[in-house]
């Protein structure tokens, strides 16, 4: 199991929980199926598809928020509310009106939601409680958003801070683009550059170390996202609010793994291997970006 994105937080000094403790909170907001006429349901699932809703390897936790959510699209409510709409109006003999359409589109809701598809999805939250780090595996700040409130329901005491560094993304990544990346990464040829104007400039595949890239610079475009790779080990692309996406481990890392088959081990291993490299980055980058603000 290996994460694709992080939304960093960090947890403050001092912050204490037994895994037993946050376990039985989590399994008090457990995921609960649909009812008939709800739309989504949330709550927290096993991360390895058994009972435990609280996965430890070593002393790095990693929990899961589960959703399900009805399949009912508007497409279908409004061709059925149509059809149901031109019967009325040969009954009483003139079209329904707002009001009584708004009353169509509600039944029929409630009529087609029992039958609808369910849609499962699952979001990945590692916890370091050593270093005082939590992830979450989400390319969207508002989806992390939602797996936080989840947690401050079941927490009493949950105290979290959005990571902030002394220096901003944007402008750190500006200095490395027109001079050089910081100790221990390497840039790579993604790139996205944005003028105060929103006019942006995007690079794929692209070498980033000519005159083209530091023109922009000049002309004010600041790096909005930045392909990096730290140590030759961990791929990813920085963006401008400090989140990571595009995380990718490389061979030499997943090598480390052999030739295991077994699941259960397998997935311990990735946790295990994952969570080693993302200790080792997160100080570094962050040092590269001024250290952690007050």
């Known amino acids: 199991m290996w994460f694709r994105n992080l939304q960093l937080y960090r947890l403050k000094a001092g912050w204490e929980i037994a895994p037993a403790q946050l376990e039985a909170c989590l399994n008090a907001r457990s995921l609960q199926p649909c009812g008939s006429q709800d739309m989504e349901s949330r709550g927290w699932v096993s991360p390895r598809g058994d009972d435990v809703l609280l996965h430890a390897v070593g002393r790095q936790w990693l929990i899961a928020l589960g959703m399900e959510s009805r399949l009912l699209p508007s497409s279908v409510v409004r061709q059925e509310a149509e059809a149901r709409a031109e019967s009325l109006a040969e009954r009483?003999?003139?079209?329904p009106g707002r009001r009584q359409m708004k009353e169509l589109y509600?039944?029929?809701?409630?009529?087609?939601?029992?039958?609808?598809?369910?849609?499962?999805?699952?979001?990945w939250v590692w916890i370091d409680p050593v270093n005082g780090w939590l992830g979450i595996d989400t390319s969207s700040a508002a989806r992390a958003e939602?797996?936080?409130e989840c947690l401050r329901q079941v927490l009493d005491d949950f105290p979290l801070t959005l990571l902030r560094t002394a220096r901003s993304p944007a402008s750190v990544m500006a200095d490395w683009l027109a001079g050089d990346a910081p100790r221990g990464f390497t840039i790579d040829q993604d790139c996205e550059l944005r003028s105060e104007e929103k006019a942006t400039v995007r690079y794929a595949h692209h070498p980033l170390d000519g005159g083209e890239i530091r023109n922009h610079l000049a002309t004010g475009k600041m790096p909005t996202r930045l392909a990096l790779t730290f140590s030759d080990r961990v791929s990813f692309v920085l963006t401008d609010k400090l989140e990571i996406k595009r995380l990718d481990f490389l061979d030499v890392v997943r090598e480390a793994l052999g030739n295991e088959n077994d699941t259960e081990a397998l997935f311990d291993a990735e946790f295990a291997l994952m969570t080693g490299e993302l200790v080792r980055l997160l100080p570094v980058l962050i040092e590269a970006l001024g250290g952690e603000s007050a």
């Open 106 to 123: 509600e039944q029929i809701t409630q009529e087609l939601l029992p039958r609808a598809f369910t849609r499962h999805r699952r979001t």
């Open 146 to 148: 939602d797996v936080l």
């Open 92 to 95: 009483q003999g003139y079209k």
